[in-house]
């Protein structure tokens, strides 16, 4: 995906913020900003675009068994940092496998309040390390946070792919679509308070790959295969 300068061919039909992928990833982004927004009393519009059609849509998430290196919802298995260090000959980063752990236990119990059960996998009880799993695999936490998410209120377009971010003065402004639509992100907002964090009340598109397992990325994925 390309970035582009401002175009003063942006529709009308703006959001305050548009996220681009259907999968875990998306999902858990679309989902906790309508929330953070609706625990801070805001009114912000979110859509999430997806390439596919809604009945193939979904991602990754959607075909994995979502095997979760967990002794439980609430608990990363302890060798974890390691094991993850050791499958990459220690090349890996040895602080990012601590960030993502860390971020689990939260992330998991989050997934499990938007109605997904986790149970431990029989095959793992007799040979470990110890795993949990959505019951249903990654389809249930597609379906899920899909629910979650209609009923937050998040515009869902489908069959939509996304060519290029557009930008305004170095900011994220929008979106081109493939069929040469434009969509702005917040271009006519009002609100002057921020979500924590925020930098700047500035419209932002986000852009969420599928793959972005990390918690820095807020997108509240921990799936190992």
């Known amino acids: 995906m390309s970035t582009e300068l401002n175009s003063s061919a942006m529709t009308s039909n703006n959001r305050d913020l548009i996220v681009i992928g259907h999968g875990a990833a998306g999902l858990a982004a679309a989902l906790s900003a309508a ?83 986790f149970h431990q996998p029989v095959y793992y009880l007799a040979k470990g390390p110890p795993r949990i799993q959505p019951v249903g695999g990654g389809e249930t936490i597609h379906r899920e946070l899909s629910r979650a998410a209609r ?36 271009a006519g907002g009002s609100r002057q308070r921020r979500f924590p964090g925020q930098q700047s009340d500035d419209a932002r598109a986000f852009r969420r790959r599928r793959r972005c397992h990390s918690p820095a990325r807020a997108t509240r994925e921990f799936q190992f295969r």
């Open 35 to 117: 929330e953070a927004a609706h625990a801070a009393s805001l009114s912000v519009n979110v859509m999430l675009l997806e390439k596919a059609s809604e009945a193939d849509a979904g991602g990754n998430t959607r075909w994995t068994p979502s095997y979760m290196r967990m002794a439980s919802v609430d608990r990363v298995e302890p060798s974890f940092v390691h094991d993850m260090l050791e499958a990459t000959k220690f090349r890996g980063d040895e602080s990012y496998f601590a960030t993502l752990a860390a971020h689990a236990p939260a992330t998991v119990q989050w997934i499990a309040a938007h109605g997904v059960p």
């Open 151 to 186: 009923d937050a209120g998040i515009e869902f377009r489908f069959s939509c792919a996304a060519e290029a971010l557009i930008a305004d003065r170095g900011k994220i402004s929008g979106v081109r679509l493939d069929g040469g639509e434009l969509l702005a992100a917040g």
